[in-house]
Nanobody
């Protein structure tokens, strides 16, 4: 399984950015795809996750209303739309894939349940 994250860059606080994660290597019908981020000197934190069908979605509380996750099954791509970005949004954003998650509401935020990780894409939010 390969996960290729892209779309990071420099954005001003309050601005928007869209990240993408292209998945390849196998059939993903039973997978949950998630986004995590890791700021300098901080632990990796959960951002959002979506089931491959798109029917189940979970967000970190601090991202609700500002971030939106979606999936394009035909393109094997997961999108993370980020609006109203804050300075604390500066981080490397990683996409990950899991076959272990059963209840996305409670389990998607657990990084240990993800089997595969992409290389990350850097988002820098400036003032």
């Amino acid at each position: 399984v390969q996960l290729q994250a892209s779309g990071g860059g420099l954005v001003q606080a309050g601005g928007s950015l869209r990240l993408s994660c292209a998945a390849s290597g196998r059939t993903f019908s039973n997978y949950v795809l998630g986004w995590f981020r890791q700021a300098p000197g901080k632990e990796r934190e959960f951002v959002a996750a979506v089931s491959w069908s798109g029917g189940r979605i979970a967000y970190a509380d601090s991202m609700k209303g500002r971030f939106s996750i979606s999936i394009d099954n035909a393109k094997n791509t997961v999108w993370l739309h980020m609006n109203s970005l804050k300075l604390e949004g500066t981080a490397v954003y990683y996409c990950a894939a899991s076959t272990s998650i059963r209840d996305i509401r409670f389990e998607a935020r657990k990084s240990t349940l993800y089997d595969y990780w992409g290389q990350g894409t850097l988002v820098t939010v400036s003032s």
